[in-house]
């Protein structure tokens, strides 16, 4: 069900000639659908988040469609590929925003993009919806109508180093990266937090993502005494190479880290099942199990997923949600305050506990980042049912 570029481009012809009569326009205006630019990385090397996420997307677009759209209007994602490259990103927003004229701009989903596309898109002046973690995408001076439907790097990396220092009780650490924007923000930002709660980083690195030997990066953690492995990267590849080199090594010692760790992808890359163990990846109270149940909302949304047929296996339950997340948002946002940038930006700005699947978002003039410190949590990767996941160990229900 997945929207195509050719399937958007096509939705979007408007007829050329315009009637003569000054009345006639407005009733065509009122017809034609409302378009928002969408840049997902569907392909490349960090494509299993967009891909993920795409899938809640095309469905939330689909069913506010089919309930009648907005007032009448439907919406029309205008899908540009991004490729996991911010060039491509960057040559996406120009034709988004002054030739295809968005309402919207939903995305780009990963960090490196939106980093080379958010100052772009501020500058055409486009409201902004974005679940990019990096904390400086998220300015309201320099960005004021960039608004982030998801938790930001300190928040993400503050929960990993809690389950490291606080609940597994570990002292020495290796962070390691790809090379990605994504990444080295991601180990800029977290080497000093875990610096902050007492630990000792015994490695750090960014390694290129296709490297195919880590067993060398291993190796130095493990002659440095590492207790613990943090890998921050979207890259599925690369992660799963460090779950088998470890694997390989015997070595057994826990990974904390990025949700891929637990993605589809990744699990379908690993060596052996038992790769997986030991293994805790950032995660969202919201969708994960607790005792045995997902909370009330994420059951609803896992009940209507299965219904539509949508695939689970090789993604994750909360890129998903995250996705109709983002396009429920965009859609209530439309309704409520219609397509003109001021008006989304006025309302986004009194946004006040709006119930996601993902997460609770709550903006304000003076705050864009909306994703609650409680919601942020650690699972247990190998326990994945239906792309989700319990708690991990040291959480209360």
């Known amino acids: 069900m997945s929207i195509t570029r050719r399937k958007v481009l096509a939705g979007s012809a408007v007829g050329a000639a315009s009637l003569a009569s000054g009345l006639a326009a407005p009733a065509i205006a009122a017809n034609e659908p409302i378009k928002i630019g969408y840049l997902p990385a569907l392909t490349g090397p960090s494509s299993s988040t967009g891909i993920g996420i795409n899938r809640g997307t095309v469905l939330a677009v689909d069913e506010i469609n089919a309930g009648g759209g907005i007032d009448g209007r439907k919406i029309e994602l205008i899908v540009r590929d991004t490729q996991s490259d911010p060039t491509k990103a960057v040559n996406a927003v120009a034709e988004l925003a ?11 989903l990963n960090s490196g993009e939106a980093l080379a596309a958010t100052p772009l898109i501020a500058r055409d002046k486009v409201p902004m919806l974005h679940p990019c973690w990096v904390d400086e995408l998220i300015d309201v001076k320099k960005y004021p109508m960039a608004f982030r439907i998801a938790p930001t790097n300190t928040q993400v990396g503050g929960g990993a180093n809690y389950y490291v220092v606080d609940v597994l009780k570990l002292k020495k650490v290796a962070v390691i990266s790809d090379t990605t924007g994504y990444g080295t923000a991601s180990v800029n930002t977290y080497v000093p937090m875990l610096k902050a709660k007492g630990a000792e980083v015994v490695y750090e690195n960014h390694v290129d993502a296709a490297n195919p030997d880590l067993k060398p990066e291993l190796l130095r953690m493990q002659s440095a005494g590492a207790q613990a492995i943090m890998p921050w990267s979207v890259n599925a590849g ?11 090594m015997g070595w057994d010692v826990p990974v904390v880290g990025q949700t ?9 890359l690993l060596e052996k099942p038992e790769n997986w163990n030991k293994v805790y990846s950032n995660n969202f109270r919201q969708v994960c199990f607790a005792d045995g149940k997902l909370p009330e909302r994420a059951q609803e949304f896992v009940e209507r997923l299965k219904k539509a047929k949508i695939e689970m296996g090789d993604t994750l339950l909360w890129w998903i949600a995250l996705g109709w997340d983002g396009a429920k948002m965009m859609g209530d946002t439309l309704k409520a305050a219609g397509p003109k940038a001021d008006d989304i930006v006025a309302h986004w700005n009194k946004t006040k506990g709006w119930p996601g699947v993902y997460g609770t978002v709550t903006w304000t003039p003076e705050q864009h980042n909306g994703f609650p410190d409680s919601e942020v949590v650690m699972c247990e990767v190998n326990s994945l049912k ?11 229900a």
């Open 238 to 248: 690369f992660l799963s190479r460090i779950l088998n080199t470890r694997g390989a």
């Open 260 to 268: 891929t760790l637990g993605s589809g992808q990744t699990k379908a």
């Open 386 to 396: 239906d792309g989700a996941f319990n708690l991990a160990p040291g959480y209360a």
């Open 98 to 108: 002054q030739r295809q004229k968005v309402a919207i701009v939903w995305g780009p």
